[in-house]
């Protein structure tokens, strides 16, 4: 069955839940059986519940703090938090009745290079998402940022994550250019890893036309993700996506849609 976009099994990897503080950015209307019952509604035939792995392991105050990031001693003293609600977390999850939902999780590297996410746990999720969250501020200077950036990239990738969420948002956030060569690094870095490029439309970048384009052109696998934080753009995304592979060729985007 093809879904509204025109491509078969098409689905959104990348979904908040809001109502339990499993996502502290989310709306609270986004609980389980509402996105059961926005899927029935959307362009999506599948879906995966990605919440952050920062907000099961931390509290809200230190969460946004970014501390811990560059201090994971913080993580560490928070571990029987995170290990509760991170089971809470996945009892939740196990509520899923629609065998289009899948259980996921979207972590981050800390500056000593562990996930955010604790190994034990990770067999538990069939779609894990890596994404670059915190990088320096602007007064740090490109380099620093660019540095941070890479090795926070590189870890990831290392970590074998099966995603690579909004690849240069956060560059993008910080005004900082991102060249062609970037992009190149992004895209042969993922291929290289088996991860698979995020193109994200939560925050469109004017560089994912062009993203897509490399991984066509390299058979780099992708993964659409609304990153749906309001129900809006649980829709919205479909839209955005409808818009971008418009004059892509269907057959040759499919063989590298990611597939959990
Ligand atoms: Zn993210
Ligand atoms: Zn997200």
């Keep these: 069955m093809e879904g509204e976009l025109g491509l078969a099994g098409v689905a959104t990897?990348?979904?908040?839940t809001g109502d339990e503080d499993f996502s502290y950015c989310a709306d609270k209307n986004l609980a389980l059986d509402e996105y059961a019952r926005l899927l029935n509604e959307s362009p999506w035939e599948r879906m995966a519940v990605t919440d952050h792995a920062f907000a099961l392991?931390?509290?809200?105050?230190?969460?946004w703090a970014w501390e811990w990031y560059w201090e994971p001693a913080i993580y560490d003293d928070y571990r029987d938090y995170r290990l509760?609600?991170?089971?809470?977390?996945?009892k939740k999850l196990d509520n899923i009745s629609d065998g289009r939902m899948l259980k996921g999780i979207e972590a981050e590297v800390m500056r000593d290079g562990r996930l955010s996410c604790d190994p034990e746990f990770r067999e538990d999720f069939q779609v894990l998402?890596?994404?670059?969250?915190?990088l320096p501020l602007v007064e740090a200077g490109e380099d620093k940022i660019?540095?941070?950036f890479i090795f926070q990239t590189e870890r990831l990738w290392q970590h074998k994550v099966h995603i690579l969420a909004h690849p240069t948002r956060i560059l993008e956030a910080r005004k900082l250019p991102v060249p062609e060569d970037l992009l190149d690094f992004i895209v042969q870095g993922c291929r290289a890893s088996g991860v698979a490029l995020e193109i994200n439309s939560h925050v469109p970048s004017k560089h994912d036309g062009m993203l897509l384009q490399k991984c066509l052109a390299s058979s780099t696998a992708v993964a659409l993700g609304t990153d749906?934080?309001?129900i809006d753009e649980f829709f919205d995304g479909g839209l955005y996506f409808a818009g971008l592979l418009k004059d892509v060729n269907?057959?040759?985007l499919e063989r590298i849609l990611f597939q959990a």
Excluded: C
Aim: zero cysteines.
């Design 84 to 90: 509760k609600k991170t089971e809470r977390y996945l």
């Design 129 to 134: 998402i890596g994404a670059v969250h915190y």
């Design 146 to 148: 660019l540095q941070e």
């Design 228 to 230: 749906t934080h309001h």
């Design 250 to 252: 269907h057959q040759a």
């Design 13 to 16: 990897w990348h979904n908040h």
């Design 57 to 63: 392991a931390l509290p809200k105050e230190v969460a």
